[in-house]
Antibody, heavy 120, light 108 residues
Framework: QVQLVQSGAEVKKPGASVKVSCKSS????????MHWVRQAPGQGLEWMGW????????NYAPKFQGRVTMTRDTSISTAYMELSRLTSDDTALYYC?????????????WGQGTLVTVSS | EIVLTQSPGTLSLSPGERATLSCRAS???????LAWYQQKPGQAPRLLIY???SRATGIPDRFSGSGSGTEFTLTISKLEPEDFAVYYC?????????FGQGTKVEVK
C-alpha cells in the first residue's frame, strides 16, 4: 500500500535551517510529483512547492522562493524539503503529498506531517 | 496567484442534513483544476474531489462536487457523524497551487 513516512519533529532557533524527509513506498517514486504543504497551528493549508522526482525539477511558491530547497534521492525513494532563515512564523506542521500523473492536479496521499517549532 | 475564498467559515448542521460549501476563485480556474479535501483534527487532509466533480477512490457518493470557472460547490447529501470536519478547496493554475481558508462543518 502507498505510504509516505516523514521524519520526526524538529525544534530550531530563529535563523537556522530545517530539513524534513519523506520516504515513499508502495508505488514508483519517480512517477509522481511530490508536493510540500504546511499548516501553522490552528490555521489552513499553505502550498510550498513541488519536485519532480524523475528529473529533479522544482517549482516553488513565490512566498518561499530563495528560502526553500526541495531535493530527492531516488535510490531510497525519499524527498526532502529544506527551509532556511527560520522565524517563529515558520512554526507549523509540514506535510509531503504526492500528485498523480495524468493532470489530476490534486494530492491523493499525504505523509503524517512533521512538526517544526521555531523558538529561541 | 489565484485566491480562493470559501464560505461560510462555519456551517452548523445536524446529522442527516445536507451541507453545501462554496469556493469562489479570484479568476477562472483553468480546466476545472479544482479539488476538495477533508481534514479531521490530528489527521492529514484526505482528497475527496478532483477535477471539480470527480470523486477520489473510496469516497462515498454522498460527496459531490460541481461548478466551473470561478464558482465551485461541495455538497454532502446527508451528513454522517464522521463528516464533521474542516473542508478545503484547492486549485492549480499558472504553475501555482493555492488553498482556500477552509470551512468547518460542526454539529449543531
Amino acid at each position: 500500500q502507498v505510504q509516505l513516512v516523514q521524519s520526526g519533529a524538529e525544534v530550531k532557533k530563529p535563523g537556522a535551517s530545517v530539513k524534513v524527509s519523506c520516504k515513499s513506498s508502495g508505488y514508483t517514486f519517480t512517477d509522481y510529483y511530490m508536493h510540500w504543504v504546511r499548516q501553522a497551528p490552528g490555521q489552513g493549508l499553505e502550498w510550498m512547492g513541488w519536485i519532480n522526482p524523475n528529473r529533479g525539477a522544482t517549482n516553488y511558491a513565490p512566498k518561499f522562493q530563495g528560502r526553500v530547497t526541495m531535493t530527492r534521492d531516488t535510490s531510497i525513494s525519499t524527498a526532502y524539503m529544506e527551509l532556511s532563515r527560520l522565524t517563529s512564523d515558520d512554526t507549523a506542521l509540514y506535510y509531503c503529498a504526492r500528485d498523480p500523473p495524468g493532470g489530476i492536479t490534486a494530492l491523493d496521499y499525504w505523509g503524517q506531517g512533521t512538526l517544526v517549532t521555531v523558538s529561541s | 496567484e489565484i485566491v480562493l475564498t470559501q464560505s461560510p467559515g462555519t456551517l452548523s448542521l445536524s446529522p442527516g442534513e445536507r451541507a453545501t460549501l462554496s469556493c469562489r476563485a479570484s479568476e477562472s480556474v483553468s480546466r476545472n483544476y479544482l479539488a476538495w479535501y477533508q481534514q479531521k483534527p490530528g489527521q492529514a487532509p484526505r482528497l475527496l474531489i478532483y477535477g471539480a466533480s470527480s470523486r477520489a477512490t473510496g469516497i462515498p457518493d454522498r460527496f459531490s462536487g460541481s461548478g466551473s470557472g470561478t464558482e465551485f460547490t461541495l455538497t454532502i447529501s446527508k451528513l454522517e457523524p464522521e463528516d464533521f470536519a474542516v473542508y478545503y478547496c484547492q486549485q492549480y493554475g499558472s504553475s501555482s497551487w493555492t488553498f482556500g481558508q477552509g470551512t468547518k462543518v460542526e454539529v449543531k
